[in-house]
Nanobody, 131 residues
Framework: QVQLVESGGGSVQAGGSLRLSCTAS????????MGWFRQAPGKEREGVAV???????SYADSAKGRFTISQVNANNIWYLQMNSLKPEDTAMYYC?????????????????????????WGKGTLVTISS
């Protein structure tokens, strides 16, 4: 059974940094499309970043230049390094994974919310940014 567990959320001041981690179990994810998504209170879930099995990445405009997605396939872990955080980054952050077969890098722009074509989801970790 595939399970994804996020960690690393918390409360920081604007301008600070956080690194979110997602640990996957139940399968070997080396060929999967992996991503981070977020949902602020009262808003629709939005994509943040995705990473393909070859290491290529795609970011939402709001994340470009501030966030970095990376993966350690041998350990079934992927990360979201978030720098220069803003109050508008406050949200529940979810990691997600999808088996190979579809276009990974187009998930943020082509596939609709709330699932963006991703099959497996974690339960989320809360990020709160104060001004």
């Amino acid at each position: 059974q595939v399970q994804l567990v996020e960690s690393g959320g918390g409360s920081v001041q604007a301008g600070g940094s956080l690194r979110l981690s997602c640990t996957a179990s139940g399968y070997t994810f080396s060929s999967y499309c992996m991503g981070w998504f977020r949902q602020a209170p009262g808003k629709e879930r939005e994509g943040v970043a995705v990473i393909d099995s070859d290491g290529s990445t795609s970011y939402a405009d709001s994340a470009k230049g501030r966030f970095t997605i990376s993966q350690v396939n041998a350990n079934n872990i992927w990360y979201l390094q978030m720098n220069s955080l803003k109050p508008e980054d406050t949200a529940m952050y979810y990691c997600a994974a999808d088996p190979p077969g579809g276009s990974c890098l187009s998930r943020l722009s082509t596939f609709p919310p709330p699932f963006y074509g991703m099959d497996y989801w974690g339960k989320g970790t809360l990020v709160t940014i104060s001004s």
